[in-house]
Structures are given as structure tokens and as C-alpha cells.
């Protein structure tokens, strides 16, 4: 490591100039630290990490039988990835979630039509590290100064709730609640649209698309109101809205024909977005090829009018009202609608919020972060030792990363390691305390060697379902873009989502019922 002996001084220096020398070197190690990684170089770094995850998955343990408390907040795609990692001989490890799984969010829009079921993409939170306690209970406030936090349990049996508060301390303390739906102030939207961010919303979407066609099969019921109970509205053309609207395309396009071929002239899909493109993380030419392809039923449904078509995608279209039946545009037009989806953005849950208010170094820097705890290269919430924040509630000052489940899962796995492998954690550049443990550490060398690199997102590309057995990826190599689209896409993007489940139990469910919906339909049941 660098020599940090003061040079140039004719006495021994004081205190302070010792403790500015060091910020000085932390400061330029932290510069050089934080330089960007090629993409290869980054593949090189995940690579042994994976290697260690497997042959090296823990550092020396502490044997002065004092073990230091983690409390993870959050059951979701970064607190799934920590637990994993977590080396949880070394601490009293608890998760306190109201949700007592993990749920492979990317699935829930085919969930919500029946391409999949439900338990095939959850997985218990306490199998991802049984090692680990799990409280199922809310957390509803956290005192950084007592490092203590309070949570609420709701158990109810019939119409009969009991609420139970209690207190839990902690030394970590990693709050990975993810965010919220975010209205936009839209009035209408919480009352009237579904969400579909939990495997609640899917459930509820499923019963009410079937529900739309069972109301407009009632006698005597005029063509007009038939068609608007028939009108499905999904508001945002990102990933969730476009592939949503896939979903419930194929369900309307090869299973509602042989139920209600009566009512299939009525059907409409709306899909309106308040920006100029589709899939805005996307590369133009994929952007064109979703709108295609989505558009393309309107000819084989046989309802190919230019004025009135099957599937309708509007852009520019922002959304100024949500009424019970209708929705009110900024054009000035209106759609009278059976079921809505809102899928605009994500905005930052309210335990989020009270943090940011009040912690004064994340009050002045909330015009970028908007709501998300603000952390430092290494993930640490500024102005609040002992707390970490991962995934979509996060923001990362020096490079943002944009709200995925991808983020989220190599901060979570990356927090993981360094907890896990013999790093101090309260210096201000966590360094190595100990032996050098692993491939990560062993290959390391010069000034660097006994510092943990900063965390460095590795973007494995964008995948998106675009309906009719066609899906868009792209994968970004430095400068170069790779594009997939159509059966190689599908293929590409069904053999990544198998691979990305977090069990066996989950990839074998999850093809069954990929099988089960090729042979037989989706189910249509309303349960």
C-alpha cells in the first residue's frame, strides 16, 4: 500500500495535519477508484466474484462471540441478492419485510393474464439464506441517531385485525423497500387505475379482464356499451406498459376468441404515452419494431379501420383525469374505458421520504434524487452512519443507475461481499482488515490492493416481451449496441428470464407453465 508518512516536515506532524494527508490520499485513491471500467473490465471483476462466490463465500470469522446486528428492510430483487451473499455466521442477521417472498417482478404482466401462475415466479425470503431471521411486519420509522427502528405487524383472521408495534436496534441497518407507483398528481389514478407492481395487482387484473367480458356478455346492452367495458386502457409505454399490453394481447388474440367470439369486435386496447416514443431506453429501430409488431394484430383480427383499429398506440398523450369510466386527456379527448393500467413511473414510499426530510445532507441534494435515499460509491446513506440503501430506493451521487431489478441485484450482492469479506466497514474507503481472502483480493495489487472497489453497475442489457412470440434485447459493449429482435429475441429473452429465477423450483414451475399455456390456453378462470 502507498506510503503515507508526511514528507517535507522539519518536526513530527500534528493530528490534523496527519488526518488532512489522509483525506488528501483517500481523496485521489477515490478519483481513481471511481474512473469508469470497460465493459470488459467489468465482466473480468464479475467474473472472479463469482468465482469467489462459489469457492471463497466468506471471509474470516469473529470468534469474540459479539456479533453485530443487520437488519435488512425489504424482501425484493436488492435484499434478495444481500441475503444471499451474506455471510451470516458473522452477524445476527434479521429481514423485516410485510411480504414473506420474493417475487420475479419482470413476470408479473404475463402473470396477470395466465401465462404464468402466480407461485411459479415467488420464492420464500427465509430459503434465500436460512441463516437469516425474517419478521413480518412493517417498517414504519427509523431513528438513525438510536439506530433503532419501529415496525408494525398486522395479523388479521376474518374481519378481526390485531396491530402489534414493536422496536428492533441495529448496527447495519439496509433499506431495500423499493419505491411506489408513481400518479403524478393525476387525479383519479389511485381510485380507478390498477397497478401492477405487486403479485396483488396481477391477481386483481386477471379477475377483471375476464370480468369486462363477462359484464359486456349481459342482455341488452347497446353496441357502444359493449365496446367501452371492452376498452382496455394502458397508460405508459416503458417496459411494464409495453409488455403488459403484449400479454393481454395474446390472452385477447388466442384464448378470448374461443369464449366470446361474439364479443370480439367490441375489443379495444389503448396504449397511450404522455412522451414521443415507446421504450425510451431503447434504441431507435427496436422502438419502431415494438410499435409494429403491436400493431400488426390489428389486420389479423380482422379490424384493420385506420379510425377505430384493435390496438391503438397514442403518443404524446398526457393523462389529465381518471374518472370511473372515462379517461380525460390533455388533447382534450376522452376514452371511455372497462379496465385501466397505469404504469407511468415510480415515485418514493413514504418511509423513504421521512428519511430524506430528515437527514440534512440528503435534504440538499433531493433536486437529483427525488425522493431516494442518497448514497456514496459504496452505498452508504450520506449523513446517516450504519445505514445502506440498495435498488430503486437508492441514488448513487456519483454514477446513477436507472431503477431495474438489475441494479438492484448487484447492489444487493455486491453490499453482500463486502459485509461478508474482511472489510472495515466504518473507514471512510472501506480497506481490508485482515488476510487477503479470495481471487478479488488476491489479484489486487498497488496502491488499491487494500481498498474495496467502489460498486460499478455492469449492464447486461435490456429485454423486452413485444407480444406474438416477438421480444426486443439489446445489450450495450462500450461504444457498440447489439440488437435482437423477433423469434431471437423471444428466444433470447424466455432463456434469460428461466436463467434469472432464483431456484430450480422456480425455473422448472415457470416452464411448465410456459408448456401448460402452449397446449391448453390460459386459464380464465376468476377465483
Same mark, same amino acid.
Given at each position: 500500500?502507498?506510503?503515507?508518512?508526511? $514528507?517535507?516536515?522539519?518536526?513530527?506532524?500534528?493530528?490534523?495535519?496527519?488526518?488532512?494527508?489522509?483525506?488528501?490520499?483517500?481523496?485521489?485513491?477515490?478519483?481513481?477508484?471511481?474512473?469508469?471500467?470497460?465493459?470488459?473490465?467489468?465482466?473480468?471483476?464479475?467474473?472472479?466474484?463469482?468465482?469467489?462466490? *462459489?469457492?471463497?463465500?466468506?471471509?474470516?470469522?469473529?470468534?469474540?462471540?459479539?456479533?453485530?446486528?443487520?437488519?435488512?428492510?425489504?424482501?425484493?430483487?436488492?435484499?434478495?441478492?444481500?441475503?444471499?451473499?451474506?455471510?451470516?455466521?458473522?452477524?445476527?442477521?434479521?429481514?423485516?419485510?410485510?411480504?414473506?417472498?420474493?417475487?420475479?417482478?419482470? @413476470?408479473?404482466? +404475463?402473470?396477470?393474464?395466465?401465462?404464468?401462475?402466480?407461485?411459479?415466479? =415467488?420464492?420464500?425470503?427465509?430459503?434465500?439464506?436460512?441463516?437469516?431471521?425474517?419478521?413480518?411486519?412493517?417498517?414504519?420509522?427509523?431513528?438513525?441517531?438510536?439506530?433503532?427502528? =419501529?415496525?408494525?405487524?398486522?395479523?388479521?383472521?376474518?374481519?378481526?385485525?390485531?396491530?402489534?408495534?414493536?422496536? *428492533?436496534?441495529?448496527?447495519?441497518?439496509?433499506?431495500?423497500?423499493?419505491?411506489?407507483?408513481?400518479?403524478?398528481?393525476?387525479?383519479?389514478?389511485?381510485?380507478?387505475?390498477?397497478?401492477?407492481?405487486?403479485?396483488?395487482?396481477?391477481?386483481?387484473? %386477471?379477475?377483471?379482464?375476464?370480468?369486462?367480458?363477462?359484464?359486456?356478455? *349481459?342482455?341488452?346492452?347497446?353496441?357502444?356499451?359493449?365496446?367501452?367495458?371492452? =376498452?382496455?386502457?394502458?397508460?405508459?409505454?416503458?417496459?411494464?406498459?409495453?409488455?403488459?399490453?403484449?400479454?393481454?394481447?395474446?390472452?385477447?388474440?388466442?384464448?378470448?376468441?374461443?369464449?366470446?367470439?361474439?364479443?370480439?369486435?367490441? *375489443?379495444?386496447?389503448?396504449?397511450?404515452?404522455?412522451?414521443?416514443?415507446?421504450? @425510451?431506453?431503447?434504441?431507435?429501430?427496436?422502438?419502431?419494431?415494438?410499435?409494429?409488431?403491436?400493431?400488426?394484430?390489428?389486420?389479423?383480427?380482422?379490424?384493420?379501420?385506420?379510425?377505430?383499429?384493435?390496438?391503438?398506440?397514442?403518443?404524446?398523450? +398526457?393523462?389529465?383525469?381518471?374518472?370511473?369510466?372515462?379517461?380525460?386527456?390533455?388533447?382534450?379527448?376522452?376514452?371511455?374505458? +372497462?379496465?385501466?393500467?397505469?404504469?407511468?413511473?415510480?415515485?418514493?414510499?413514504?418511509?423513504?421520504?421521512?428519511?430524506?426530510?430528515?437527514?440534512?445532507?440528503?435534504?440538499?441534494?433531493?433536486?437529483?434524487?427525488?425522493?431516494?435515499?442518497?448514497?456514496?460509491?459504496?452505498?452508504?446513506?450520506?449523513?446517516?452512519?450504519?445505514?445502506?440503501?440498495?435498488?430503486?430506493?437508492?441514488?448513487?451521487?456519483?454514477?446513477?443507475?436507472?431503477?431495474?431489478?438489475?441494479?438492484?441485484?448487484?447492489? +444487493?450482492?455486491?453490499?453482500?461481499?463486502?459485509?461478508? %469479506?474482511?472489510?472495515?466497514?466504518?473507514?471512510?474507503?472501506?480497506?481490508?482488515?485482515?488476510?487477503?481472502?479470495?481471487?478479488?483480493?488476491?489479484?489486487?495489487?498497488?496502491?488499491?490492493?487494500?481498498?474495496?472497489?467502489?460498486?460499478?453497475?455492469?449492464?447486461?442489457?435490456?429485454?423486452?416481451?413485444?407480444?406474438?412470440?416477438?421480444?426486443?434485447?439489446?445489450?450495450?459493449?462500450?461504444?457498440?449496441?447489439?440488437?435482437?429482435?423477433?423469434?431471437?429475441?423471444?428466444?433470447?429473452?424466455?432463456?434469460?428470464?428461466?436463467?434469472?429465477?432464483?431456484?430450480?423450483?422456480? $425455473?422448472?414451475?415457470?416452464?411448465?407453465?410456459?408448456?401448460?399455456?402452449?397446449?391448453?390456453?390460459?386459464? @380464465?378462470? %376468476?377465483?
Amino acid at each position: 500500500s502507498e506510503d503515507l508518512s508526511p $514528507r517535507g516536515y522539519a518536526v513530527a506532524p500534528t493530528e490534523r495535519e496527519q488526518r488532512e494527508l489522509l483525506e488528501s490520499v483517500d481523496a485521489a485513491l477515490l478519483k481513481r477508484l471511481e474512473e469508469p471500467k470497460s465493459y470488459f473490465e467489468l465482466i473480468w471483476a464479475k467474473t472472479l466474484e463469482a468465482v469467489d462466490d *462459489v469457492f471463497f463465500p466468506a471471509g474470516d470469522l469473529d470468534t469474540s462471540g459479539v456479533k453485530e446486528k443487520v437488519v435488512v428492510l425489504g424482501s425484493g430483487w436488492g435484499a434478495q441478492a444481500f441475503v444471499s451473499s451474506l455471510n451470516a455466521d458473522k452477524y445476527e442477521a434479521v429481514i423485516v419485510s410485510p411480504r414473506n417472498f420474493f417475487l420475479f417482478t419482470p @413476470m408479473l404482466a +404475463g402473470a396477470s393474464v395466465g401465462t404464468v401462475e402466480y407461485r411459479s415466479i =415467488t420464492q420464500p425470503i427465509r430459503e434465500a439464506n436460512p441463516a437469516v431471521d425474517y419478521l413480518e411486519a412493517t417498517c414504519t420509522d427509523v431513528n438513525p441517531e438510536a439506530k433503532r427502528i =419501529t415496525c408494525q405487524s398486522v395479523a388479521c383472521e376474518g374481519s378481526v385485525c390485531d396491530i402489534q408495534t414493536f422496536d *428492533v436496534d441495529y448496527d447495519h441497518l439496509i433499506v431495500s423497500v423499493g419505491a411506489t407507483t408513481n400518479s403524478f398528481g393525476v387525479a383519479g389514478v389511485s381510485e380507478h387505475c390498477h397497478f401492477l407492481k405487486q403479485i396483488e395487482d396481477a391477481a386483481r387484473i %386477471r379477475r377483471n379482464v375476464v370480468n369486462c367480458f363477462e359484464r359486456a356478455n *349481459v342482455p341488452e346492452l347497446t353496441d357502444d356499451q359493449r365496446k367501452a367495458i371492452l =376498452t382496455f386502457v394502458v397508460i405508459g409505454a416503458g417496459p411494464t406498459g409495453v409488455e403488459f399490453c403484449a400479454e393481454l394481447c395474446d390472452f385477447l388474440e388466442e384464448d378470448a376468441p374461443k369464449y366470446y367470439p361474439h364479443l370480439m369486435k367490441h *375489443v379495444r386496447v389503448k396504449l397511450i404515452e404522455a412522451a414521443d416514443k415507446v421504450l @425510451m431506453a431503447f434504441d431507435a429501430q427496436l422502438q419502431q419494431e415494438a410499435i409494429q409488431t403491436l400493431t400488426q394484430r390489428n389486420s389479423r383480427l380482422g379490424n384493420s379501420d385506420a379510425t377505430d383499429p384493435f390496438l391503438e398506440i397514442r403518443l404524446q398523450a +398526457g393523462v389529465n383525469e381518471v374518472q370511473a369510466s372515462e379517461i380525460k386527456l390533455s388533447d382534450g379527448s376522452s376514452i371511455p374505458y +372497462g379496465l385501466s393500467v397505469w404504469a407511468a413511473g415510480n415515485g418514493p414510499i413514504p418511509l423513504t421520504l421521512d428519511l430524506t426530510n430528515r437527514i440534512p445532507e440528503q435534504e440538499s441534494r433531493q433536486q437529483a434524487a427525488r425522493g431516494r435515499l442518497v448514497v456514496d460509491p459504496w452505498l452508504r446513506v450520506l449523513g446517516a452512519p450504519g445505514i445502506w440503501a440498495i435498488g430503486d430506493c437508492s441514488f448513487v451521487e456519483s454514477s446513477p443507475c436507472v431503477a431495474t431489478a438489475q441494479v438492484a441485484a448487484q447492489q +444487493g450482492a455486491f453490499l453482500g461481499r463486502m459485509f461478508s %469479506r474482511n472489510y472495515d466497514l466504518d473507514s471512510a474507503l472501506p480497506r481490508r482488515a485482515g488476510e487477503k481472502f479470495g481471487l478479488v483480493q488476491q489479484l489486487s495489487f498497488g496502491e488499491s490492493a487494500d481498498v474495496l472497489e467502489p460498486f460499478q453497475f455492469l449492464n447486461l442489457g435490456i429485454l423486452a416481451y413485444i407480444g406474438d412470440s416477438k421480444a426486443l434485447a439489446q445489450i450495450q459493449l462500450d461504444e457498440n449496441v447489439l440488437k435482437s429482435t423477433g423469434t431471437a429475441g423471444f428466444a433470447l429473452w424466455r432463456s434469460v428470464y428461466l436463467s434469472k429465477q432464483v431456484s430450480w423450483r422456480n $425455473r422448472v414451475l415457470v416452464f411448465i407453465d410456459w408448456l401448460k399455456t402452449r397446449a391448453f390456453g390460459r386459464d @380464465m378462470t %376468476r377465483i
